[in-house]
């Protein structure tokens, strides 16, 4: 009614818009909820797909993380009967190929968001020749995006098996040293972490004779608060004593990385479940979930549920049986789904439709028009206002845009102004189709860092999903007035 009024009373104005929103759609614009994401490559040697077709729940024999919800000791004791730290010594002695080589055949992929193969990104830095600085390891705790919690209780609750993963990974690739980044609000998490550490050097498990084998290895700690230093170049500033701002690459940071230092910046995660494959096998990591998802994974259930939660589950389980099964499903049942942010707020939101019958993993999501993320789920019902959502989550990414790139930039300024109209109603029926337009502008911008990537694939499907609901608040508005 809106769009008829002005086409009739406002014929100029109409043309105008509508002129716009189609040069913006000749120019190449994208249908997709999401932004234009990178190839994954190939799987790496050595790795053999499986033939399951059914995921979860996940067996407890299989489980990793066994002091999740931190009912036991922490720590080195507690971690050792649980089989932490058992025969370290052999897993090292067996080399650095062998340890890359059950890597690569197990399928890991990375659980930090982006899914690339670690047996090829951690080959990266392995390959790096540097006689002049030691090669370093950074591992990203930083953990600022909304609805994410796993990392967090991995150093609460399983420091020793993030510092045990630590020295397997960074001897693997030659490092000898590693620096964790955790954020200043994890001020618990941290002391955790730095008392297992102390634990580790008295104990002989680091330091100049790492568990008896004469390898050198050391662990440090660095804290920082923003979360825009959860992107790798951003952070290695930050620990620089820099503006955590990302840089565009090259060089990249397995040649020029942390204080001229060659570094990879890898997810607690990833690092976390490194022991567990190497003791139990490649093949047995490899069996669990779909075929080029493997292994289990910490998903984090937040929103509109009976019971937010954070579980370990096989990869591949379907998003729909993850939240009925551990977080008591969704308030008001399945049918008062309105939403679902499969893995966190960075990622596109599914439809009820397709959420139940999506599964949890990268190909999946991605097949889908979202992403895996970090399997941070948060659940919208149609008793929240959809359209306060969207101004909410659209002033999340205003506040940390680090505005370096002139698209993002402004892009985070009018966004938030525009969809402040939606949720009041004072707004033109053509600024639906203009905020699609903007969003275009920004995904084919080439930024930076994905900051631009998330603003675009939130904005475009909170407004396609929700288009009808500013409508009707247009036309509420348009009456009341």
């Not at 690569?104 to 020749?129: D, N």
């Not at 006689?131 to 953990?143: D, G, L, Q, R, Y």
């Amino acid at each position: 009614m809106l769009r008829r009024m002005l086409k009739n009373y406002f014929p100029y104005v109409w043309e105008q818009q509508v002129r716009l929103v189609q040069t913006a759609k000749k120019a190449g614009g994208s249908k997709k909820l999401g932004p234009d994401r990178p190839p994954i490559t190939a799987a790496p040697k050595g790795y053999e797909p499986n033939c399951k077709t059914k995921f979860g729940p996940l067996n407890d024999c299989d489980r990793v993380f066994q002091n999740l919800y931190g009912r036991h000791d922490w720590r080195l004791q507690g971690a050792c009967q649980r089989g932490d730290w058992h025969r370290t010594a052999d897993l090292l002695e067996q080399g650095p190929e062998w340890i890359m080589e059950q890597i690569g055949k197990s399928g890991l992929r990375g659980r930090g968001g982006a899914g690339f193969y670690a047996g090829l990104k951690w080959e990266f830095l392995r390959q790096t020749k540097s006689a002049k600085v030691p090669k370093m390891v950074i591992v990203n705790c930083a953990e600022g995006e909304p609805g994410t919690c796993k990392d967090r209780d991995i150093l609460r609750h399983e420091p020793h098996k993030l510092i045990e993963g630590i020295l397997l990974v960074g001897v693997a690739m030659g490092c000898g040293r590693a620096i964790v980044y955790i954020r200043n609000r994890f001020y618990n998490e941290a002391c955790n972490l730095h008392f297992a550490l102390a634990e580790a050097y008295h104990h002989g498990l680091l330091g100049d004779s790492v568990c008896g084998t004469g390898i050198k290895f050391d662990v440090m700690v660095q804290r920082g608060d923003r979360y825009l230093c959860g992107e790798e170049t951003a952070m290695i500033n930050c620990l620089m004593g820099k503006l955590g701002r990302p840089r565009r690459r090259p060089p990249f940071l397995t040649e020029k990385g942390y204080f001229e230092h060659p570094c990879l910046v890898i997810n607690a995660e990833s690092i976390a479940v490194v022991p567990t494959i190497l003791r139990r096998g490649s093949q047995w990591w490899a069996g669990l979930g779909r075929s080029y998802n493997t292994g289990t994974k910490l998903y984090c259930i937040s929103g509109q549920v009976n019971n937010p939660c954070t579980v370990e589950e096989e990869m591949s389980i379907p998003l729909k049986d993850l939240i009925e099964r551990h977080a008591g499903g969704v308030k008001g049942g399945w049918d008062n789904l309105a939403a679902v942010f499969p893995g966190g707020l960075s990622t596109p939101l599914l439809d009820p439709p397709t959420a139940g019958k999506v599964l949890m993993d990268f190909d999946s999501l991605q097949d889908a028009g979202s992403g895996f993320g970090c399997g941070a789920v948060i659940v919208m019902t149609k008793d929240c206002d959809p359209l306060a959502v969207m101004l909410r989550s659209i002033q999340f990414f205003e506040k940390h845009t680090c505005k370096q790139c002139s698209y993002c930039r402004d892009g985070a300024i009018w966004l938030p102004e525009m969809f402040a109209r939606f949720v009041k109603g004072q707004t033109h029926p053509h600024e639906i189709d203009w905020t699609l337009v903007i969003a275009d502008k920004m995904r084919n911008s080439k930024p930076i860092c994905a900051l631009a990537y998330s603003q675009v694939g939130v904005a475009e499907s909170l407004v396609r999903m929700f288009s009808r609901q500013i409508e009707e608040r247009l036309l509420k508005y348009a009456k009341a007035s």
